[in-house]
């Protein structure tokens, strides 16, 4: 299965993230980051569909690190 990972540079933008986009109902969890990714912050954000990565992103609401596609056993940095 394919998806998308947010990464943060540290918990408190994570968190913050979380909290904004639950309020504008975003479509989204909350996992662990994976250790092939980044050590910098032990959660990132899931999200499934591209569409709904694409509103995350161009609404400028929450501050991120990076952004990985997960495609069969690899994540590929797009952004």
Do not use: W
């Not at 540079?9 to 969890?29: C, G, P, V, W």
């Amino acid at each position: 299965m394919n998806y998308y990972i947010i990464v943060f540079k540290n918990t408190h933008d994570a968190m913050s993230a979380e909290q904004k986009l639950n309020e504008l109902n975003y479509k989204f969890r909350i996992m662990p980051t994976p250790t092939l990714i980044t050590q910098s912050c032990g959660i990132c954000i899931r999200v499934e569909e591209e569409e709904e990565l694409n509103k995350i992103i161009s609404s400028n609401i929450i501050e991120f690190k990076n952004i990985y596609k997960k495609e069969e056993a690899k994540y590929i940095t797009i952004k």
